[in-house]
Nanobody, 126 residues
Framework: QSQLLESGGGVVQPGGSLRLSCTAS????????IGWFRQAPGKEREGVSC????????SYADSVKGRFTISRDNAKNTVYLQMNSLKPEDTAVYYC???????????????????WGKGTPVTVSS
């Protein structure tokens, strides 16, 4: 059975850092694009970042550019999201998804998704 599992969420103070992991089982990650998405309470799910199969093409939402970095280790079948300088508005459940392509992070959240993970919560609070 193919699935994605996120980990690394938690509670952190503003200005702090977290690294999220998205590990695949049942398929090889280098055959798909991986996107990170988040959903805050009462809000729509939004795209955060995306990376291609080789790891040489990435995209970011404007709200996280310069603070978040996406990377992948295909040998470990894992994609990471390094989150620095966290803000309270980054509080959300973070999901990873396997997709055919990144597309527009803002408008194509649910388009061309093969699998969703179950999410990991991130809370940024003092």
């Amino acid at each position: 059975q193919s699935q994605l599992l996120e980990s690394g969420g938690g509670v952190v103070q503003p200005g702090g850092s977290l690294r999220l992991s998205c590990t695949a089982s049942g398929f090889t990650l280098n055959s798909v694009y991986i996107g990170w998405f988040r959903q805050a309470p009462g809000k729509e799910r939004e795209g955060v970042s995306c990376i291609n199969g080789d790891g040489d093409s990435t995209s970011y939402a404007d709200s996280v550019k310069g603070r978040f970095t996406i990377s992948r280790d295909n040998a470990k079948n894992t994609v990471y999201l390094q989150m620095n300088s966290l803000k309270p508005e980054d509080t959300a459940v973070y999901y990873c998804a396997a997709k055919c392509c990144c597309g527009d992070l803002a408008t194509q959240v649910y388009l061309n998704v093969y699998y969703w993970g179950k999410g990991t919560p991130v809370t940024v609070s003092s």
